[in-house]
């Protein structure tokens, strides 16, 4: 990957047109989370120590082109200034005005683009006008990378253009877990479900050396070797979709591994009766919600030998009780085995944050992407525009 970085660019006394995520949850004016906020503060603090003049990009929710006072930007004004330790000016019009009054070291917000319908058109016209405003552009927001607009791609490819701080941390990242990895590679896939996640798999058997199949999913995979998976989420109708991936795996010299013994339950309830059976054994008017200990240890023994792990998705149905064991067990080995130098652990896509976050081990992979449908896009060999129009 060849895309410039902060330290690349000559920012002293420059107009830097930065795009951030800051779509933060905002309850009663007031942000609730500013997890998307602090993740931009290192490239907030490396441009004005460089002299730049911050012109901040953004977009909030989804006006559809219109003004829609509700999703003005303003009201998240205080959190960044908070966040970023200085004062943060707000521009919604007489955007070249507000620009040349700023000096060096100065923060200063857009309104949300997206209340302009050139934003989400990528319209070439739309991203001139922003351009004409800066001198250089800076993308920190990997998690609106997949989206062709205006501030994410035409505008990177008018102005000298760069990776902010926590684009290039998960750009790297990226690159390490499943762009030129250590191998042996290993890609945990757990879920709910095998149809919103068939490109990734076909992609991750081509890309890693063992594929562990867990949560939901694998019961689809399971009824396609002619399994009772009883009454477990199972897609019956894409048995055949999971023989032809199991078939790639072996073509392509992929090993899949499934459950041996899996949680079952009559309800899927918290604290709902439970046991441990071998996956051919679910009895009757039972259903699989976890990854069993015996399967667990075979997953810990496959990590053993290899050198880099990506994760997306849940083991079981971790949000209830007992079914969070399995996820927790197989997390705080991946983290231990990270922690010990011998595994490179990256996680990432929807539910998977909040199941690391449960199991406690967040902050010991080596890293964690927020991103969801980027980073999902990303797993499945998609080109993201954003970082496409970086890479020039
Ligand atoms: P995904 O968003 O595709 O990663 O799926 C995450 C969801 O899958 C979580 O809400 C889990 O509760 C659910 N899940 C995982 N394993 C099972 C299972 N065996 N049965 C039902 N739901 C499951």
């Given at each position: 990957?060849?895309?410039?970085?902060?330290?690349?660019m000559?920012?002293?006394g420059?107009?830097?047109?930065?795009?951030v995520d800051?779509n933060?949850?905002?309850?009663?004016?007031?942000?609730?989370?500013?997890?998307?906020?602090?993740?931009?503060a290192?490239?907030?603090?490396?441009?004005?120590?460089?002299?730049?003049?911050?012109?901040l990009?953004?977009?909030?929710?989804?006006?559809?082109?219109?003004?829609?006072?509700?999703?003005s930007?303003?009201q998240?004004?205080?959190?960044?200034?908070e966040a970023?330790?200085?004062?943060?000016?707000?521009?919604?019009?007489?955007?070249g005005?507000?620009?040349s009054?700023?000096?060096?070291?100065?923060?200063?917000?857009?309104?949300?683009?997206r209340f302009?319908?050139?934003?989400?058109a990528?319209?070439?016209?739309?991203?001139?006008?922003?351009?004409?405003?800066g001198?250089v552009y800076?993308?920190?927001?990997?998690?609106?990378?997949?989206?062709?607009?205006?501030?994410?791609?035409?505008?990177?490819?008018?102005?000298?253009?760069?990776?902010?701080?926590?684009?290039?941390?998960?750009?790297e990242?990226?690159?390490?877990?499943?762009?030129?990895?250590?191998?042996?590679v290993?890609?945990?896939?757990?879920g709910a479900k095998?149809s919103?996640?068939?490109?990734?798999l076909?992609n991750?058997?081509?890309?890693?050396?063992?594929?562990?199949?867990?949560?939901?999913?694998?019961?689809?995979?399971l009824?396609a070797?002619?399994?009772?998976?009883k009454?477990?989420l199972?897609e019956?109708?894409?048995?055949?979709?999971?023989?032809?991936?199991?078939a790639?795996?072996?073509?392509?010299?992929?090993t899949?591994?499934?459950?041996?013994?899996?949680?079952?339950?009559?309800?899927f309830?918290?604290?709902?009766?439970s046991?441990?059976?071998?996956?051919?054994?679910?009895?009757?008017?039972?259903?699989i919600?976890?990854?069993g200990?015996?399967?667990?240890?075979?997953?810990?023994?496959?990590?053993?030998?290899?050198?880099t792990?990506v994760?997306?998705?849940?083991?079981?149905?971790?949000?209830?009780?007992?079914?969070?064991a399995?996820?927790v067990?197989?997390?705080?080995?991946?983290?231990?085995?990270?922690?010990?130098?011998?595994?490179?652990?990256?996680?990432?896509?929807?539910?998977?944050?909040?199941?690391?976050?449960?199991?406690?081990?967040?902050?010991?992979?080596?890293?964690?992407?927020?991103?969801?449908?980027?980073?999902?896009?990303?797993?499945?060999?998609?080109?993201?525009p954003?970082?496409?129009?970086?890479?020039g």
């Amino acid at each position: 990957m060849a895309f410039k970085t902060l330290d690349d660019m000559d920012l002293d006394g420059r107009v830097v047109l930065t795009r951030v995520d800051v779509n933060v949850p905002v309850e009663d004016g007031r942000v609730t989370d500013t997890t998307r906020i602090d993740r931009v503060a290192p490239t907030i603090r490396d441009l004005r120590d460089a002299g730049a003049k911050v012109v901040l990009l953004a977009h909030f929710g989804r006006p559809k082109g219109k003004v829609v006072p509700e999703m003005s930007l303003r009201q998240i004004v205080p959190a960044l200034a908070e966040a970023f330790g200085t004062e943060v000016g707000f521009a919604d019009g007489g955007y070249g005005d507000a620009v040349s009054k700023m000096s060096e070291g100065d923060v200063l917000l857009f309104e949300n683009l997206r209340f302009n319908p050139g934003e989400e058109a990528n319209d070439e016209g739309f991203a001139k006008r922003l351009a004409s405003v800066g001198d250089v552009y800076c993308n920190d927001a990997f998690s609106a990378a997949h989206r062709a607009h205006a501030s994410t791609e035409a505008l990177a490819r008018l102005l000298p253009a760069c990776a902010g701080r926590s684009m290039q941390a998960e750009l790297e990242a990226l690159e390490a877990a499943l762009g030129s990895p250590k191998p042996p590679v290993a890609a945990l896939v757990g879920g709910a479900k095998v149809s919103t996640k068939l490109e990734l798999l076909s992609n991750l058997v081509t890309r890693v050396q063992h594929l562990i199949i867990g949560g939901g999913m694998a019961n689809t995979f399971l009824a396609a070797q002619g399994l009772d998976v009883k009454r477990s989420l199972c897609e019956h109708d894409l048995a055949d979709t999971a023989r032809d991936i199991a078939a790639k795996a072996e073509a392509e010299g992929c090993t899949i591994l499934l459950p041996r013994d899996v949680v079952v339950a009559e309800a899927f309830e918290a604290n709902a009766p439970s046991r441990v059976v071998k996956v051919e054994d679910v009895p009757d008017g039972h259903m699989i919600l976890d990854t069993g200990p015996d399967s667990v240890a075979h997953i810990r023994t496959v990590l053993d030998g290899c050198a880099t792990l990506v994760w997306n998705g849940p083991l079981g149905a971790f949000e209830i009780p007992p079914f969070d064991a399995g996820t927790v067990d197989a997390a705080r080995y991946a983290a231990e085995l990270t922690q010990a130098g011998k595994l490179v652990s990256v996680a990432g896509g929807g539910d998977t944050v909040s199941a690391l976050n449960r199991a406690g081990v967040a902050d010991d992979f080596t890293y964690i992407s927020t991103a969801g449908g980027a980073f999902l896009e990303w797993l499945e060999g998609k080109t993201l525009p954003g970082v496409a129009a970086l890479e020039g």
